[in-house]
Nanobody, 123 residues
């Protein structure tokens, strides 16, 4: 099993920045991909970004390209999401996730999830 703990959310004005962190513990050697998803009220959970644990290959949702940066620190078993130029439509609960064998954007194929951290962007 892998345990994920998200942190770093908060309230920020439009145009501001936030940095989310995800600490992984347990069988971290089994992680193939780590990613971030978000879910706004009344909406489905959507893919934000992902990074393969070993090679560092990265993908972003079109809605966040050029504004968000995902990174990982294998030694510390952490995955970070630096968010800049935030917009009100970025408001959501953000979830860290990890998969043992998948590297795409489908949330159903991720095996482990953090508890979520709220990001609120005011206009």
């Amino acid at each position: 099993q892998v345990q994920l703990v998200d942190s770093g959310g908060g309230l920020v004005q439009a145009g501001g920045s936030l940095r989310l962190s995800c600490a992984a513990s347990g069988r971290t050697f089994s992680i193939y991909t780590a990613g971030w998803f978000r879910q706004a009220p009344g909406q489905e959970r959507e893919f934000v970004a992902r990074i393969t644990w070993a090679s560092g290959y990265i993908n972003y949702a079109d809605s966040v390209k050029g504004r968000f940066t995902i990174s990982r620190d294998n030694a510390k078993n952490t995955v970070n999401l630096q968010m800049s130029s935030l917009k009100p439509e970025d408001t959501a609960v953000y979830y860290c996730a990890a998969s043992r064998d998948y590297s795409g954007p489908e949330s159903s194929k991720y095996h482990y999830w953090g508890q979520g951290t709220q990001v609120t962007v005011s206009s």
